[in-house]
């Protein structure tokens, strides 16, 4: 599998007994991207629109860097309070999917692409609210300070 054969990649997490988030969220090589969070997800509800294609390109890229495509179909982990995570693949040559029962317990490798198409869905959602005025749900960056990194009271 090549990056330019890749079509479609598809982000599914699951619940837990607790505040995991539940989303799934899709993006095409079309350059459209659809989300559905529920549970603890943020947002929750629908939203779909314009998926950079550079972004596409990107995870593409990374999903056969790191062989995505070579992991087992499944991963169990016998842990009934982790979150599902789940990756399809859409390729030239059908569909790739890999569903880890453990959530991140799963492979570094499938927890990695797991994440970075976790961040390009911000990417994606943040470029969209700043293009419609702010009017958008606001997402931090991963590992960003809740205040954006200042502190109360000071002007940078």
């Known amino acids: 599998m090549q990056p330019g054969d890749i079509h479609e990649l598809t982000l599914d997490r699951g619940p837990c007994f607790g505040t995991c988030p539940v989303f799934r969220f899709t993006a095409t090589s079309q350059g459209r991207y659809t989300y559905e969070g529920s549970s603890y997800a943020e947002p929750n509800g629908e939203r779909s629109g314009r998926f950079p294609g550079y972004l596409f390109a990107r995870l593409a890229e990374v999903c056969v860097?790191?062989?995505?495509?070579?992991?087992?179909?499944?991963?169990?982990?016998?842990?009934?309070?982790?979150?599902?995570?789940?990756?399809?693949?859409?390729?030239?040559?059908?569909?790739?999917?890999?569903?880890?029962?453990?959530?991140?317990?799963?492979?570094?490798?499938?927890?990695?692409?797991?994440?970075?198409?976790?961040?390009?869905?911000?990417?994606?959602?943040?470029?969209?609210d700043r293009q419609a005025g702010g009017r958008g749900t606001k997402h931090a960056e991963p590992g960003a300070a809740p205040d954006g990194g200042r502190k109360a009271g000071r002007r940078r």
Not at 92 to 115: E, I, M, T
């Open 65 to 128: 860097d790191l062989r995505v495509g070579e992991l087992d179909d499944r991963y169990e982990f016998g842990i009934d309070d982790a979150p599902y995570v789940r990756v399809e693949v859409r390729h030239a040559g059908g569909l790739k999917v890999v569903h880890s029962d453990g959530g991140d317990a799963g492979p570094v490798r499938l927890w990695a692409f797991a994440a970075l198409i976790e961040v390009a869905m911000r990417q994606a959602f943040d470029s969209e």
